[in-house]
């Protein structure tokens, strides 16, 4: 059974960086997209970026420029470089992995969310 790993959550200060990193644990499978998402306290669960098997990024526009996302088809791993953090990027964030099925329909594996708090 694939699980998706998330490391390096934490609290930073407004201003400062911080790298998420995703792996599977288990199997590796073909992708159609890889990305992370994020949920703040009262708020839906928002696309923050993510990635195509193709390369093609998509960015949140509250984030764009200041985040980078980058992932590795083979070894299924995506991570996102966050830069020039502010307080409302506090959130879970979760880590995303859309796999093709042979019903047209993907398949949606989630991580089990880190915290990453940014302090004024």
Do not use: H
């Amino acid at each position: 059974q694939v699980q998706l790993v998330e490391s390096g959550g934490g609290v930073v200060q407004a201003g400062g960086s911080m790298k998420l990193s995703c792996a599977p644990s288990g199997s590796t499978f073909d992708i159609s997209t890889m990305g992370w998402y994020r949920q703040a306290p009262g708020k839906p669960r928002e696309l923050v970026a993510q990635v195509t098997k193709t390369g093609r990024k998509t960015y949140a526009d509250s984030v764009k420029g200041r985040f980078t996302i980058a992932g590795d088809n083979t070894k299924n791993t995506v991570s996102l470089e966050m830069n020039s953090l502010k307080p409302e990027d506090t959130a879970v964030y979760y880590c995303n992995i859309r796999a093709p099925t042979t019903t047209g329909r993907d398949y949606n594996f989630w991580g089990q969310g880190t915290q990453v708090t940014v302090s004024s």
